[in-house]
């Protein structure tokens, strides 16, 4: 199996920004324990970041050429805005689990609704980064 993880805008900024809210844990420290535990479970991952929309619909799109089984998206802020990385999802057809760090419906009203969350597999909010770890072992077992 193998797992694309693709995070969007800001989330390269993870361990600096608002650490009360997102912890203290950069994207590399995150990507590096998701890298363990893959292992763990024989997954093979690979990970994606930028913050601009294009160039995560591209790596979305080029997924499907790669044999990806599933993603785990963060699309940041782009998850409440962008009917594009949306589209981008639905055309590939390949199972994906949308993850936020924090629990969005806790948030601004602006952060409660979702692009993606009614297309995905299943969607996971509020655990910080253990977030991600759920989202790969539903996608391994579920």
């Given at each position: 199996?193998?797992?694309?993880?693709?995070?969007?805008p800001?989330?390269?900024?993870?361990?600096?920004?608002?650490?009360?809210?997102y912890?203290?844990?950069?994207?590399?420290?995150?990507?590096?324990r998701?890298?363990?535990?893959?292992?763990d479970l024989g997954?093979?991952?690979?990970?994606?970041?930028?913050?601009?929309?294009?160039?995560?619909?591209?790596?979305?799109?080029?997924?499907?050429?790669?044999?990806?089984?599933?993603?785990v998206?963060?699309?940041?802020?782009?998850?409440h805005?962008s009917?594009?990385?949306r589209?981008?999802?639905?055309s590939?057809?390949i199972?994906?689990?949308?993850?936020?760090?924090?629990?969005?419906?806790?948030?601004?009203?602006?952060?409660?609704?979702?692009?993606?969350?009614?297309?995905?597999?299943?969607?996971?909010?509020?655990?910080?980064?253990?977030?991600?770890?759920?989202?790969?072992?539903?996608?391994?077992y579920?």
């Open positions: 199996m193998k797992i694309l993880f693709i995070n969007g800001n989330l390269n900024m993870l361990g600096r920004r608002e650490p009360e809210l912890g203290h844990l950069t994207l590399n420290d995150i990507n590096e998701i890298a363990k535990k893959a292992a997954v093979e991952v690979e990970f994606y970041q930028s913050n601009h929309e294009g160039a995560l619909i591209d790596r979305i799109q080029a997924a499907k050429d790669e044999n990806i089984d599933a993603f998206v963060n699309a940041g802020a782009y998850t805005t009917v594009a990385i589209d981008a999802l639905l590939t057809d199972k994906f689990i949308e993850v936020h760090l924090s629990n969005i419906f806790r948030r601004e009203k602006f952060r409660n609704s979702s692009y993606l969350s009614d297309i995905a597999y299943g969607v996971i909010v509020g655990f910080g980064y253990f977030g991600y770890e759920l989202a790969l072992e539903a996608l391994k579920g």
